[in-house]
């Protein structure tokens, strides 16, 4: 990146200051302009960053940092953004309602106002959530009332520096290409923000209808198990008073929430990344598990479209479940449950980074199963009969009939019940866990994850793996279809990519394992080989 001014770069800082609407974000990149003209290296650098956008839509819509110029999250972004939407709705004659919600991060309310004011402006009759709730709430409102698109502010489980645009459009999924870089190049053929016009003609969203998400949600149970103490954190985010209430209409009513956590707050005080997957994010929600003697753990993202469980070991402590697991004992539940008449050829899905047990599951049951690329965009998409869908990044989508997406609050309420269901009997998810590796194969997961500031490496590192690839394994490359590489041997798996959300280089490993007849074996041979594993795809990722 440049550590100089040059006369280009100046110029576009010029253009967008003079059509940007908002005055704080004008004088944020006034200021840095003006440092770099007076030779601060440092500014122009991040000149250079801010003007090196614009935001494009990756794995779930868009993300930046909440900071003036086109490479960040700002109302003069969001603002060409929603323009481009709508020009791009109407020209493929999608008109009709637009849902619009938020989160509770910075800018949220004030961008969410502005993508509304853009719709309605357009000609669009836009409903606006009436606060900061989950982003499944709105999923399941674009999808229930037919609405020809929806657009969440939310960052997700990003830092806290960052917000984020994600889109739904009819039936309630998230986009997909073609149309994501249709509604790029749309964007790019909107004029200045400042000439965008703004309508203030918008409609809330009634208590009634964010009511109709609750009722639907609490009916997923199918045991009739209730007793079960359940410890829970919103990690700062939105989703604690919906979890709360959602658990309470299904019956589970003895729930105790992490009190530092369970207030929206935008600067996440707490966790370092709010992010369930992130080491020591759940600690918190697990000590406070072990001091009221609860029955689970829930750690919720803070937009509340993924859950994490945490259970008690054997031994007596806690800890969290990985994605995988929650995912295939989710899935065995949903398959076990499912209704044969309206579901009679049903399909369950993971994507290629997910754990392979839930294929063999599939299987045993009788289902269908699939395996996609990695996000919620491709899994709800799977096919016809989909009953349910994991990733192993803690998302899960236990009733696509009504929600076309994850769905953080749906998941812990089935999860609930599976929790109770297996009290009552007694016995408890690991037991669960168990009984599936004697059934299937012990199927043990773990990630390799390298964060960068330099977002050039994560290339480089993907080219070097490509030309000089890992001896004893077969080398299988994704590309054009998606930037991946899958490593693969004799039960062993290693899937390697740049995240979508965040600045990572990610590896997925799995190994299988026969169990025969002695599982505490079988798990000591397993966790050997996926330790000499990771230590391998470790050395190979980051020897220079």
Not at 180 to 194: H, L, T
Not at 225 to 237: E, S
Not at 515 to 541: N, W
């Amino acid at each position: 990146m440049t550590n100089s001014l040059t006369p280009a770069l100046r110029d576009a800082a010029f253009r967008w200051i003079a059509d940007d609407p908002d005055a704080a974000t004008r004088l944020e990149l006034q200021t840095v302009l003006a440092r770099a003209m007076g030779g601060d290296a440092s500014a122009a650098e991040d000149l250079a960053d801010r003007m090196s956008g614009p935001l494009t839509f990756g794995t779930a819509g868009l993300r930046g940092p909440v900071r003036a110029g086109p490479n960040g999250m700002n109302r003069a972004v969001v603002i060409r953004t929603t323009a481009g939407l709508a020009a791009w709705l109407k020209a493929n004659g999608h008109v009709g309602t637009v849902f619009v919600g938020r989160d509770a991060r910075h800018g949220s309310e004030d961008f969410a106002a502005a993508t509304a004011g853009v719709l309605a402006g357009a000609g669009f009759t836009v409903r606006v959530l009436p606060e900061p709730l989950p982003t499944p709430i709105l999923a399941f409102l674009v999808k229930r009332h037919d609405a020809v698109a929806g657009v969440q502010i939310t960052a997700s489980h990003n830092p806290p520096a960052d917000n984020g645009y994600k889109l739904y459009l009819a039936g309630g999924g998230q986009i997909v290409p073609p149309e994501d870089r249709a509604i790029e190049a749309a964007i790019r053929g909107v004029p200045a923000a400042v000439s965008v016009p703004l309508s203030d003609d918008c409609l809330p969203v009634s208590e009634a209808e964010v009511d109709e998400y609750l009722e639907r949600v609490a009916s997923l149970p199918r045991g009739v198990a209730r007793d079960l103490r359940v410890a829970l954190t919103p990690m700062h985010g939105v989703g604690g008073a919906t979890a709360v209430e959602a658990l309470r209409r299904a019956g589970f009513t003895d729930v105790r929430v992490v009190r530092e956590q369970a207030v929206p707050d935008p600067s996440f005080p707490t966790v370092s990344f709010p992010n369930p997957e992130e080491p020591g994010a759940a600690d918190r929600l697990l000590e406070l598990a072990a001091a009221e003697s609860a029955d689970l753990a829930i750690a919720l993202d803070p937009d509340a479209d993924r859950c994490a469980l945490g259970v008690r070991e054997r031994d007596g402590s806690w800890r969290m479940l990985r994605g995988d697991e929650t995912g295939v004992l989710l899935g065995s539940l949903v398959l076990s449950t499912v209704d044969a008449v309206d579901n009679p050829d049903p399909l369950v899905a993971t994507t290629i980074v997910s754990s392979s047990l839930l294929k063999s599951i599939a299987a045993a049951r009788g289902a269908r199963y699939a395996e996609t690329l990695t996000g919620f965009k491709w899994l709800v998409r799977a096919g016809e009969g989909l009953v349910f869908a994991y990733e192993e990044a803690l998302g899960n989508c236990v009733d696509p009939a009504s929600v076309n997406d994850k769905d953080g609050i749906s998941a812990a309420v089935v999860a609930c019940d599976l929790a109770a269901g297996l009290k009552a009997s007694g016995r408890t998810l690991l037991d669960a866990l168990d009984q599936l590796a004697v059934e299937h194969g012990l199927h043990l997961t773990d990630q390799v994850s390298l964060r960068f500031t330099d977002l050039s490496r994560i290339g480089a590192l993907m080219a070097r793996l490509r030309a000089e690839p890992p001896a004893g394994f077969t080398f299988e490359d994704l590309l054009p279809e998606a930037d991946v590489v899958r490593l693969t041997k004799e039960g062993v798996r290693v899937v390697v990519r740049p995240s979508g959300t965040e600045p990572k280089l990610k590896a997925y490993l799995e190994v299988v394992e026969p169990v025969a007849d002695d599982l505490p074996a079988a798990r000591v041979r397993a966790e050997g080989r996926l330790a000499e594993l990771r230590a391998q795809v470790s050395d190979l990722l980051t020897t220079p």
